[in-house]
T-cell receptor, first 113, second 115 residues
């Protein structure tokens, strides 16, 4: 069974540009989560989808971040326009049911110059 | 408010030594889950264990063991006879059952096992 996959693995962009990160959860997992780890700090929750619905987006830092999960399968996280402080590793996780263990992808390392 | 503290930023041990990674948590909920994840150099987060707040029984899985103590709000992780492959960053996390069930992570402990 394929695990959670994320694309790209690395992205280097300039301040003001737009970047879109993609996450493919484990097949059949209704719950999809986005997290972010800024250098040296803890991994922080961004938002949670149940199927195509946003269950909780309380962790989204500001309106420059837009997450979608059309059709309840893969999800995208767009940052527009990117700022220096957006640099970090963005993790995606999925779980079969809410409360179960979350399986994480390898992360996307975003560098904003 | 929820909080997970991993006071040990970095630990180095010599191969075959035992090592304990500390985790202290804060939550107002009476029902919650605690987790440990391993992040090897390849970057992905690997699930190790989930423990619910009603089960204080210690758990052993091979060389790994976990000591959950509600009285001290701690969920410590011990690796026995450490190996070089254990070198990684280890994260402790908390999930409350009331709310969105998202994970609250500690800052991680980087473990280096020296051959």
């Amino acid at each position: 069974e394929a695990g959670v996959t994320q694309f790209p693995s690395h992205s280097v962009i300039e301040k003001g540009q737009t970047v879109t990160l993609r996450c493919d959860p484990i097949s059949g997992h209704d719950n999809l989560y986005w997290y972010r780890r800024v250098m040296g700090k803890e991994i922080k929750f961004l938002l949670h989808f149940v199927k195509e619905s946003k269950q909780d987006e309380s962790g989204m830092p500001n309106n420059r971040f837009l997450a979608e999960r059309t059709g309840g399968t893969y999800s995208t996280l767009k940052v527009q326009p990117a700022e220096l402080e957006d640099s970090g590793v963005y993790f995606c996780a999925s779980s079969q049911t809410t409360g179960n263990e979350q399986f994480f992808g390898p992360g996307t390392r975003l560098t904003v110059l | 408010a929820q909080k997970v503290t991993q006071a040990q930023t970095e630990i180095s041990v010599v191969e075959k030594e035992d090592v304990t990674l500390d985790c202290v948590y804060e939550t107002r909920d009476t029902t919650y889950y605690l987790f440990w994840y391993k992040q090897p150099p390849s970057g992905e987060l690997v699930f190790l264990i989930r423990r619910n707040s009603f089960d204080e029984q210690n758990e052993i899985s091979g060389r790994y063991s976990w000591n959950f103590q509600k009285s001290t709000s701690s969920f410590n992780f011990t690796i026995t006879a450490s190996q070089v492959v254990d070198s990684a960053v280890y994260f402790c996390a908390l999930s409350e059952l009331t709310g969105a069930n998202n994970l609250f992570f500690g800052t991680g402990t980087r473990l280096t096992v020296i051959p």
